[in-house]
């Protein structure tokens, strides 16, 4: 079964650096999101992504946060200088629609750790 | 009001019981409905769909109360590998996903 794929799965940087996450999503999939989660706390939204452009984000995806696509396979979410409270499990997810019963497919995870 | 919750639990069940979760929406234009499973630290897994028939799939069932605006799951014959976070989603009518904060359920022997 096709999945979604995350790099690397931890990642340890220190507060003022920049962090690349990268996630391969399904490949016939057209949409894809960026999620985080801190440690025993919800799931939250950060970023959805469809035809080359951002098509909603939350509160949370400031200035300090960018996606983009550059291949056609990948899909990344930079952190330009990261804070402590950056410090969560990153979950890409990608589905083949936006629409009504469209199930999101998330990938593994990278775990952010900024010290 | 939140806009979706759960009872965070945790549920502590026997091996074999059946369990039930309800989850409240408040947004009554919401569009779909799924609940997915989270193991520790591990990517949330979509479990099921959640049909306005309401659905099943083995062990699971799984049903919606659009009047009182609320989902269910039900668990039979648990088993030990149920044991997990069951995070309940609603898709609203602009299409985003609204996340539960989870029920953990712990399966005893």
């Known amino acids: 079964e096709p999945e979604v794929t995350q790099t690397p799965s931890h990642q340890v940087t220190q507060m003022g650096q920049e962090v690349i996450l990268r996630c391969v999503p399904i490949?016939?999939?057209?949409?894809f999101y960026w999620y985080r989660q801190i440690l025993g706390q919800k799931v939250e939204f950060l970023v959805s992504?469809?035809?080359?452009?951002?098509?909603?984000k939350s509160e949370i995806f400031d200035d300090q946060f960018s996606v983009e696509r550059p291949d056609g396979s990948n899909f990344t979410l930079k952190i330009r200088s990261t804070k402590l409270e950056d410090s969560a499990m990153y979950f890409c997810?990608?589905?083949?629609?936006?629409?009504?019963?469209?199930?999101?497919?998330f990938g593994n995870g990278t775990r952010l750790t900024v010290t | 009001r939140k806009e979706v919750e759960q009872d965070p639990g945790p549920f502590n069940v026997p091996e074999g019981a059946t369990v039930a979760f309800n989850c409240t929406y408040s947004n009554s234009a919401s569009q779909s409905f799924f609940w997915y499973r989270q193991d520790c630290r591990k990517e949330p897994k979509l479990l099921m769909s959640?049909?306005?028939?309401?659905n099943e799939d083995g062990r699971f069932t799984a049903q919606l109360n659009r009047a009182s605006q609320y989902i269910s799951l039900l668990i039979r014959d648990s088993k030990l590998s149920d044991s997990a976070t069951y995070l309940c989603?609603?898709?609203?009518?602009?299409?985003?996903?609204?996340w539960g904060a989870g029920t953990k359920l712990i399966i005893k022997p």
């Open positions: 490949s016939n999939h057209l949409y």
């Open positions: 997810a990608s589905s083949l629609r936006d629409g009504e019963n469209s199930p999101l497919h």
């Open positions: 959640v049909y306005s028939s309401g």
């Open positions: 992504f469809y035809n080359n452009e951002i098509s909603e």
């Open positions: 989603v609603v898709r609203d009518s602009n299409y985003q996903l609204i």
